[in-house]
């Protein structure tokens, strides 16, 4: 029964992963308790929400592994290491580890010493102990990496079994070609361009043979090249080409058009997620030609509606979030009002098990009609973002229209009502009058409704905070209805997912 109950607690604990106070929390419960959480809790140790720079027992159960020879080197090289109880540790720390995050390791040096040269050398012994003690290595997060640990003896047992990947390409290719002759079972890649140097990754991602995730970042921060013709992906897209049969999930910011990229994104047809920022690069004809059968998340900014429709079109029915890249809209988008009337037509259309969905519109009656239908069609929807574009604006008149937008989007929410909404989330150019809201509220009563809001009207968001509009909300949150109600920045309100 002891054991039975030491299982559950596991599995139970392994919901709390990520969730590092929880974690602590349960350690001081029992025993049993304690010995269940440490291996999860060990297993990625730098992956918490924790101040590093002051966490003294961390290096000191690192070092505590170390022989005698090392300490007494380290030593001599003026390195402080923490003082260390003779009594033994309780558990074996480092058998339950998996991960290496390489910016951690630095910081945790950082406590042995304040020179440079000091700290590199700590750090190698530290990864030459994890290379010995690891029974596996799952995860890696290179990033500023300076130690060549794919040479230590153990390492070539230990990548093997590396899953996931994350580093930048500040670092020498010649990290990524160690690693090519180690590591080709990797499921997640993750990359963040900060530099364009893109050989040894490129011969990275090649050798490959189970990546099915794929993430590729600019870095808008760092990475600076003076005329976009300097700046050609075509190593990477050519490297992904061959890993087409295996990759499920893409998720590219490229800040360069690449002429590559619609020779190779078609070829990638087993994708369940596709993050693609814009299609500059493509004409309708290749558009055509990205067929997913397989697709269920979908991610673009606004300016790639008509793009985002044709591939919705070709999808095979089976898309479950459909999200829009949170980039203020501007007044040059064009054919904006066609083709959102096209793109709301075709989720409704291709989308019946659409659950996540992201719409920006302008406020006319034709596509208030569309998202009408919507509604009454897309019934497995939860999360519903709701972005209002006018792009007519008139100073003079602007405040009654938006009043007047946010009164006919509440009317369309009540005529389309659905139970398995739990949040709606509403970004642009309305404001909710208190008898337009309150009117909505009394109509969904026996569901419970998480609201979101955003305006661009300063300081609008925030007369949901005072007066009659605080009574009336507080109201509803009593008789369950709503569940929350927020104002919130543009970036949150967007960023559905």
Excluded at 173 to 193: D, P, V, W
Aim: proline fraction near 2%.
């Amino acid at each position: 029964m002891s054991k039975l109950n030491k299982d559950i607690l596991y599995l139970i604990f392994e919901e709390f992963q990520n969730d590092s106070k929880s974690l602590f929390s349960c350690l001081m419960v029992n025993r049993i308790w304690c010995e269940t959480v440490i291996p999860i809790l060990w297993r990625n140790p730098w992956c918490y929400d924790i101040n590093y720079f002051s966490k003294n027992y961390l290096l000191a159960i690192i070092t505590s592994y170390l022989s005698d020879d090392i300490k007494e080197y380290l030593t001599k090289q003026e390195i402080q290491l923490p003082l260390i109880s003779y009594q033994p540790l309780l558990f074996d720390y480092l058998s339950f580890c998996r991960s290496i995050n390489v910016v951690t390791i630095r910081i945790i040096a950082f406590i042995g010493s304040s020179l440079d040269y000091n700290r590199f050398l700590l750090q190698q012994e530290i990864y030459d102990l994890f290379m010995k003690k690891f029974p596996e290595l799952k995860y890696l997060d290179m990033k500023t990496i300076r130690h060549q640990i794919f040479y230590f003896p153990q390492a070539k047992i230990r990548f093997e079994s590396l899953c996931e990947l994350e580093c930048d390409t500040s670092i020498d290719s010649s990290y990524f070609y160690g690693l090519a002759q180690l590591c080709q079972y990797i499921q997640r890649l993750i990359i963040a361009n900060v530099k364009n140097n893109y050989h040894g990754i490129a011969e990275l991602i090649g050798v490959q043979k189970n990546l099915k995730y794929f993430e590729w970042r600019d870095d808008d921060d760092y990475l600076y090249v003076s005329g976009s013709d300097q700046v050609s992906y075509k190593d990477i897209l050519f490297a992904l080409e061959k890993n087409a049969n295996i990759i499920t999930h893409l998720n590219i910011y490229f800040k360069y058009m690449d002429r590559t990229l619609p020779k190779v994104l078609p070829k990638l047809h087993k994708l369940k997620t596709l993050i693609v920022t814009s299609f500059p690069s493509f004409n309708e004809e290749q558009l055509k030609m990205c067929v997913y059968r397989e697709l269920e998340t979908l991610k673009i900014n606004y300016y790639n509606l008509k793009a985002a429709s044709i591939i919705i079109e070709n999808s095979g029915g089976h898309l479950k979030k459909i999200l829009l890249e949170s980039y203020e809209l501007g007044n040059d988008i064009k054919n904006f009002i066609e083709d959102s009337l096209i793109f709301i037509r075709n989720i409704y259309k291709n989308c019946p098990s659409i659950e996540y969905l992201s719409l920006v519109f302008p406020p006319s009656k034709e596509h208030y009609a569309e998202i009408e239908e919507l509604l009454k069609i897309c019934q497995n929807l939860k999360k519903l973002l709701l972005v209002i574009f006018d792009q007519t604006f008139e100073e003079s008149t602007y405040y009654e229209k938006v009043l007047k937008y946010g009164e006919d989007l509440l009317k369309i929410l009540i005529s389309s009502k659905s139970t398995n909404i739990e949040e709606i989330r509403f970004y642009g150019d309305f404001k909710f009058s208190l008898k337009a809201l309150e009117e909505f509220l009394r109509k969904w009563e026996g569901c419970t409704l998480s609201i979101l809001t955003s305006s661009y009207i300063l300081l609008s968001d925030y007369i949901y905070e005072e007066g009659d509009y605080k009574k009336l909300i507080n109201k509803y949150k009593n008789n369950g209805v709503i569940k929350d109600f927020r104002s919130e920045s543009y970036t949150d309100v967007i960023n559905i997912d």
